[in-house]
Nanobody, 127 residues
Framework: QLQLVESGGGLVQPGGSLRLSCTTSGFRLDYYVIGWFRQAPGKEREWVSCISRSGSRTNYAASVAGRFTISRDNAKNTVYLQMNSLKAEDTAVYYC????????????????????WGQGTQVTVSS
């Protein structure tokens, strides 16, 4: 059974940092693109970043480019999202998803919401 579990969320002050983890099981991580999405109250889910199967290609939404870094360790079945210079508008529930559509990553975007998601981790940026 394919499972993804997010962790690392919490409360942080503006300008602070957090590192989210997406730990996977039940499938070969290196077969899948992993994406991070977020959803704030009253808003639609939006993609934040994604990483190709080998980790050689990464894409970022304009709102987080230069502040967030996605990486993966296939041997540890884990994908990370390092978030720096956090802003209040980054407050949301963050989800990771697994997807097979690597072609989209090569074209500079990320797969839209699919079938395999974690339960989410809350990130709150507030003073």
């Amino acid at each position: 059974q394919l499972q993804l579990v997010e962790s690392g969320g919490g409360l942080v002050q503006p300008g602070g940092s957090l590192r989210l983890s997406c730990t996977t099981s039940g499938f070969r991580l290196d077969y899948y693109v992993i994406g991070w999405f977020r959803q704030a109250p009253g808003k639609e889910r939006e993609w934040v970043s994604c990483i190709s199967r080998s980790g050689s290609r990464t894409n970022y939404a304009a709102s987080v480019a230069g502040r967030f870094t996605i990486s993966r360790d296939n041997a540890k079945n884990t994908v990370y999202l390092q978030m720096n210079s956090l802003k209040a508008e980054d407050t949301a529930v963050y989800y990771c998803q697994a997807d097979l559509r690597e072609g989209l990553v090569a074209r500079g975007t990320c797969p839209p919401p699919g079938d395999y998601w974690g339960q989410g981790t809350q990130v709150t940026v507030s003073s």
